[in-house]
């Protein structure tokens, strides 16, 4: 191993080290191995690489960080410790409080520390990403270099180089191996991200062993065959090599760039170093105190920082990052006397707000009994909004033509880096990469969207997840939504994905009736600052309902609304609830049973989580409780439905997977007639 660093340089190094692993071992939990080996590259990063403002680390032209490897959790919460960084309100403003004391490192993964087992996003400043899952950090990192570009050419001028920003990233044989990384490498290849980094941790060890025992590929070429610029470092403890390698990158001006570091798992340790034991374990108390005396260290002491090394990082990422936010401030003042509109967009995504005129362009569809798809009304609201809100962008994997999820007005343009403001984007078929890089676009402050078919959402279930986890808005848009794709059959049939999608927390899944109802899913998607949206669309005409005879499409902000009232003044006799494209064959059931005086009242429910949000009072007043006869529709398993139906309620619905056939004949085949609908409504009223 090389030791190519200062005297004051390596007690920081291992400072670092010791951190991670006394952390670990005090917590009884972790993985203390790999912190121990890369403390020379998050060193280097931090505190001599990174555009990065310490006092604000929400500064929109910085560069960004991601640790890939979050199981190496101690390395960033070391590195934002002695960095110093500030943490963030719930506005995102900057405060004088640490982003991570000391005190939460002693309390590494216990409740209420910023130290949690994995980094989580919005939990403690300086956290880029959720990266939880392996791979997902490396692929949003590409919507991050992505977004760092777009940024550059929209709002850079010849005289005002507002954003040139780059995306650092570690990864290891975990990252390497997982799809995801697969897909977002090769389509960052393909773009030519030049500002895109990842540094691969090549240690051949995983929890089970030797990387030999399955993953014995060439990495290097694998990535050279993505068209990336692919460097090498012997040895991770080699400063100097590091520093060439990132200079090497900063020249590179047409392709992404993958650095293979060698390290040693556990580096320093006499016992474990080089072994899978360093990987996901504490070394126990006497190898720390041993391989502390390996590094110099006391022994004896435990969680000492000393304070040359906090000065060390002040002289460096402290300075530094206070001397290029205050240029940028310079310019960014500057820029807004010339560049007005631009300096106001600008505030607007720092601030997470909307333009005042965002929805002028969305109006009222007309009645129409022959209507469209949802997946086109879907289109046509999409442009409406994106023509508003400049900083709405995404693109599908490889289905835009068919998820009608292409901007089309003048001047949205193709994303590439010759035209890098450009708004539409090809994903390629690349779904689970595609989620995480529209979190990633997401991240960065762009309202981000991206789309497929509904029946592939399980390819971006982690990503969805992964959202609603850091509570961050991504837009989700899927079409061909159930038995009405048809001849296609069961394997491009959606039946449990509804159901799926509602069961993970804070996520609105929207399941528009018309054209309406789709223009306000949008709008009550945009509004949303903390949770991702679903949107699922039909690929079937659905009819645009008649608003003057029927309830207001508004009531979808609300989650559920009354859509047909009960003919009699009076409560009613059953109600029928649904959404999608079932809402128009309640609408033909309401007209059957009023007519044969049943009382009947049709409710749509195209969101059940905002519906969820809403006063007890309203809930109640659109689902009296003492309606027990209830009869829920949808294209989907009943999961989910049992609470708005109760123990009196019936569901019409799937209870296995579709078949292949044309639509119409399938809704009839699996009983989604208003003649079946009529007499379960009155068997469950007679029950």
Same mark, same amino acid.
């Given at each position: 191993m090389t030791f190519s660093m200062t005297s004051l340089e390596k007690k920081a190094v291992d400072t670092i080290r010791t951190l991670s692993m006394e952390a670990v071992q005090q917590a009884n939990s972790g993985h203390p191995g790999t912190p121990m080996a890369l403390a020379p590259l998050g060193y280097l990063l931090f505190n001599e690489v990174l555009k990065y403002d310490t006092d604000d680390p929400a500064w929109i032209g910085r560069d960004r960080f991601v640790l890939s490897a979050g199981h190496a959790s101690m390395l960033i919460y070391s590195l934002l410790h002695l960095s110093g960084v500030k943490q963030l309100d719930p506005q995102h403003k900057p405060t004088t409080e640490p982003a991570v004391s000391l005190e939460d490192i002693k309390n590494f993964r216990q409740l209420g520390s910023r130290c949690a087992g994995h980094p989580e996003y919005g939990h403690v400043s300086g956290v880029e990403v959720t990266t939880g899952p392996l791979g997902a950090g490396v692929a949003a990192s590409v919507g991050m270099a992505i977004a760092a570009k777009w940024f550059a050419g929209r709002y850079n001028s010849s005289t005002h180089k507002l954003f040139d920003s780059n995306v650092f990233a570690i990864c290891g044989d975990g990252d390497m191996m997982e799809g995801i990384s697969a897909e977002a490498a090769s389509l960052a290849g393909h773009l030519k991200l030049p500002n895109l980094c990842w540094f691969y941790d090549d240690n051949n060890i995983t929890i089970e062993g030797n990387t030999n025992l399955a993953f014995t590929e060439n990495v290097g070429k694998r990535f050279e065959a993505y068209g990336w610029n692919v460097l090498r470092v012997e040895d991770v403890n080699d400063l100097p090599a590091l520093r060439h390698a990132v200079e090497i990158f900063r020249k590179t001006e047409d392709k992404p760039t993958l650095v293979i570091v060698k390290s040693q798992i556990g580096f320093g340790s006499p016992k474990f170093a080089g072994s899978h034991e360093a990987h996901g374990a504490p070394l126990g108390e006497d190898e720390v105190k041993a391989t502390k005396q390996v590094y110099g260290f006391d022994s004896e002491k435990k969680f000492v920082v000393e304070p040359e090394v906090y000065q060390l990082f002040a002289n460096g990422i402290g300075r530094r990052g206070t001397a290029l936010r205050t240029e940028w401030n310079k310019q960014f003042n500057e820029y807004r006397q010339q560049f007005k509109e631009q300096a106001e967009e600008l505030t607007n995504i720092v601030a997470g707000?909307?333009?005042?005129?965002?929805?002028?362009?969305?109006?009222?569809?007309?009645?129409?009994?022959?209507?469209?798809?949802?997946?086109?009304?879907?289109?046509?609201?999409?442009?409406?909004?994106?023509?508003?809100?400049?900083?709405?962008?995404?693109?599908?994997?490889?289905?835009?033509?068919?998820?009608?999820?292409?901007?089309?007005?003048?001047?949205?343009?193709?994303?590439?880096?010759?035209?890098?403001?450009?708004?539409?984007? +090809?994903?390629?078929?690349? $779904?689970?990469?595609?989620?995480?890089?529209?979190?990633?676009?997401?991240?960065?402050?762009?309202?981000?969207?991206?789309?497929?078919?509904?029946?592939?959402?399980?390819?971006?279930?982690?990503?969805?997840?992964?959202?609603?986890?850091?509570?961050?808005?991504?837009?989700?848009?899927?079409?061909?939504?159930?038995?009405?794709?048809?001849?296609?059959?069961?394997? +491009?049939?959606?039946? $449990?994905?509804?159901?799926?999608?509602?069961?993970?927390?804070?996520?609105?899944?929207?399941?528009?009736?018309?054209?309406?109802?789709?223009?306000?899913?949008?709008?009550?998607?945009?509004?949303?600052?903390?949770?991702?949206?679903?949107?699922?669309?039909?690929?079937?005409?659905?009819?645009?309902?008649?608003?003057?005879?029927?309830?207001?499409? $508004? /009531?979808?902000?609300?989650?559920?609304?009354?859509?047909?009232?009960?003919?009699?003044?009076?409560?009613?006799? &059953?109600?029928?609830?649904?959404? /999608?494209?079932?809402?128009?064959?309640?609408?033909?059931?309401?007209?059957?049973?009023?007519?044969?005086? &049943?009382?009947?009242?049709?409710?749509?429910?195209?969101?059940?989580?905002?519906?969820?949000?809403?006063?007890?009072?309203?809930? +109640?007043?659109?689902?009296?409780?003492?309606?027990?006869? *209830?009869?829920?529709?949808?294209? /989907?398993?009943?999961?989910?439905?049992?609470?708005?139906?109760?123990?009196?309620?019936?569901?019409?619905?799937?209870?296995?997977?579709?078949?292949?056939?044309?639509?119409?004949?399938?809704?009839?085949?699996? /009983?989604?007639?208003?003649?079946?609908?009529? *007499?379960?409504?009155?068997?469950?009223?007679?029950?």
């Open positions: 707000q909307l333009p005042n005129d965002w929805n002028t362009e969305m109006k009222p569809f007309p009645a129409d009994p022959k209507g469209m798809a949802s997946r086109v009304s879907s289109g046509k609201v999409l442009n409406q909004l994106a023509s508003k809100l400049p900083w709405i962008l995404g693109g599908s994997a490889d289905l835009a033509p068919s998820n009608k999820s292409e901007l089309t007005f003048l001047g949205a343009g193709e994303f590439s880096m010759e035209t890098p403001a450009g708004r539409n984007f +090809h994903f390629g078929i690349r $779904e689970h990469a595609m989620g995480a890089i529209t979190n990633g676009l997401t991240l960065s402050g762009l309202r981000a969207y991206c789309a497929t078919f509904f029946v592939f959402a399980d390819y971006l279930r982690p990503a969805i997840r992964l959202s609603a986890l850091m509570k961050i808005p991504a837009m989700y848009l899927f079409t061909h939504d159930s038995i009405g794709v048809g001849e296609d059959g069961p394997t +491009h049939q959606p039946i $449990e994905h509804l159901a799926s999608l509602r069961a993970i927390p804070n996520v609105a899944v929207f399941r528009p009736a018309d054209a309406n109802e789709v223009s306000e899913s949008y709008k009550a998607a945009v509004l949303l600052k903390e949770t991702p949206s679903v949107l699922v669309f039909t690929r079937q005409n659905l009819p645009t309902i008649d608003r003057t005879k029927f309830g207001s499409a $508004e /009531g979808v902000a609300k989650g559920a609304y009354i859509l047909a009232k009960e003919l009699k003044n009076s409560n009613p006799q &059953i109600i029928l609830l649904a959404t /999608g494209s079932e809402v128009g064959l309640c609408l033909e059931a309401w007209e059957k049973l009023n007519a044969e005086n &049943i009382n009947t009242r049709v409710v749509s429910m195209p969101c059940f989580e905002l519906f969820e949000r809403q006063p007890v009072e309203y809930r +109640h007043e659109v689902l009296p409780p003492t309606v027990k006869a *209830r009869v829920g529709v949808e294209l /989907g398993i009943e999961q989910g439905w049992r609470n708005y139906l109760g123990d009196h309620g019936a569901f019409l619905g799937m209870t296995n997977f579709g078949a292949s056939a044309p639509a119409n004949v399938l809704m009839k085949h699996f /009983g989604f007639t208003v003649e079946n609908l009529c *007499r379960l409504a009155k068997q469950t009223l007679a029950q």
